[in-house]
């Protein structure tokens, strides 16, 4: 942040860090021509750096003994498959589900990590070079957590949506998946007035469902990274605190609560990380399962 002669308050300081860094000041609550840099940035880095991760995990594999991360990646690997055969019956779709729930479970689970970094670690770095730029530098936002950005999550939990509406097309045809959003899940009846009532009645609880769905899944992943974001910035608040306290034995008690509570919040949130990830995957293979069952 800025080097301003008097420190920021508490909510100037968590909106500050809640502020993306924008193509363009955004005007309205939906504008598509706004585009959030910094998780559009750190979603393509995390990307990069899975893949990297992955195809040296493979490049390096051993018929011998496999060094630790070999070993890793193979009882990633293990776990990754086995949830897709459980949950995908159809082996010619697993080719393509079992490595995209690989890609997604690691993917998530970096972006995720980024919640690790010290807080205001990469936002200072950024405002000396903004500031260097010459530019303001308290204009200089940058937030490092792409999952803590809904649209991120949203994109993710779309994306997850696009993939099962190609594979209902794929695995029941388009007559047979048409039929299926007319006739599922109240059934259908000979008489055509009735028909036409429970056709309608099928097919807005299947857009329903859909939606939901999608909804559901990309807001579960953002509500807690979101969350996690929020409380480092008020365990942060503590340090900052304790920096401008001048009663000793306060600073002190500052002080302490900054470092033990910083510690235990890490601790417990690398558990969060890896249960996003874990559970977006599943509901990724959940999803894309369904899409083959025929109601």
Request: hydrophobic fraction near 55%.
């Amino acid at each position: 942040m800025a080097a301003d002669a008097q420190a920021p308050t508490a909510s100037e300081y968590i909106v500050h860090h809640l502020t993306h860094w924008q193509n363009k000041p955004q005007t309205e609550i939906v504008d598509f021509t706004v585009f959030n840099i910094d998780s559009l940035f750190f979603s393509i880095l995390m990307g990069l750096l899975g893949s990297f991760l992955l195809w040296r995990g493979a490049r390096r594999a051993t018929s011998g003994v496999p060094g630790r991360f070999q070993a890793a990646v193979e009882v990633l690997l293990e776990m990754v498959d086995g949830q897709a055969k459980s949950i995908v019956h159809n082996a010619t779709s697993r080719k393509m589900v079992a490595p995209l729930a690989l890609t997604v479970f690691v993917w998530i689970f970096l972006l995720n990590a980024m919640d690790l970094l010290p807080l205001d670690l990469l936002p200072t770095v950024w405002g000396w070079i903004y500031g260097a730029a010459g530019h303001d530098p308290s204009h200089a936002y940058l937030r490092v957590v792409p999952t803590a950005d809904l649209s991120i999550t949203m994109g993710l939990s779309v994306s997850v949506l696009f993939i099962c509406l190609f594979y209902n097309v794929k695995i029941k045809g388009l007559g047979g998946w048409a039929h299926e959003l007319v006739s599922a899940p109240f059934g259908t009846s000979k008489n055509p007035l009735v028909a036409v009532i429970l056709g309608v009645i099928n097919l807005f609880e299947q857009v329903i469902s859909f939606t939901a769905k999608t909804v559901s899944h990309g807001m579960r992943l953002f509500g807690n990274m979101y969350a996690g974001e929020l409380v480092f910035m008020l365990i942060a608040l503590l340090g900052g605190s304790w920096a401008f306290s001048t009663d000793p034995g306060g600073s002190l008690m500052l002080f302490l609560l900054h470092v033990v509570a910083g510690w235990a919040w890490a601790v417990f949130h690398i558990i969060i990380i890896l249960l996003q990830a874990f559970v977006f995957m599943m509901l990724t293979l959940v999803y894309i399962g369904q899409a083959h069952d025929a109601h």
